[in-house]
């Protein structure tokens, strides 16, 4: 069981992602915060160090959520392939389509679907179910 | 706050509002020019994705307005509607202007 969690942030609008940011400040259990507005920036911090929770958006130029995935899931399997990452889809749109994506991932630790905006209480409640 | 159309706050605190709404105005006005940029061309993708974006971050601070003004932009995108365009970008820049005067005057933000 943890006590604190690293969080990483990957939505294309920084202002969403200090919104998160300053959410997420305000709950004890976070350490450590990295945002990243390119899904390709923050897979190469992640090839350095795993988070314990990624905050994925979809919809976004040059790399998208889940081209991210794929990429991630290469990494993950050659740094860590034991270490236990969450990763939480964010998402303005609720398509049958993307939740079928986004099942197609649930073997590899993304295993939440949430909508946008976020708020506190989801946060609350994904750390939660994570203790 | 609740009677004006354009701003509904969000649950972060006024100071925090205050802090983060400088960042999401230069962002969504960017965002904005963008949009301007690609107007009157034929491949309406890069117009699509910056409006998208406009709309999420809209909704994430309760700008209601810009949001509701996004949502008709990307609708006529999808639709084709190229003679609408125009007229509904223009209302998105009324709705950041409008949400824009409005955090300034009761929220104080920088400018």
Known sequence: MKNTYSVVLIDDSRAVNSKTE????EIEQISAIHSFSSAKEALLHIEHSLPDMIFLDINMPDMDGYEFLDAYIQIKSVIASNYSTRVVVVSGLVFSENLKKTNHYKHY???DYICKPIDK??????LDDSI | MEDNPYFVPCELSPE?????LPVFFEEVR?????LLQFLGQ???HPMSQGVHKIKGTALSYGAQGIHQAAIALEEALKSNKT????QLINALNFSIKEAYHYAKS???IRD
């Open chain 2, 42 to 44: 034929k491949d309406h």
């Open chain 1, 22 to 25: 300053a959410i997420l400040k």
């Open chain 2, 83 to 86: 003679n609408e365009l125009e």
């Open chain 1, 109 to 111: 630790g993304v295993n």
């Open chain 2, 106 to 108: 009761h929220l104080m």
């Open chain 1, 121 to 126: 209480s989801d946060l609350e409640d994904l």
């Open chain 2, 30 to 34: 960017a965002d904005y020019e963008v």
């Open chain 2, 16 to 20: 925090l509002l205050k802090d983060l």
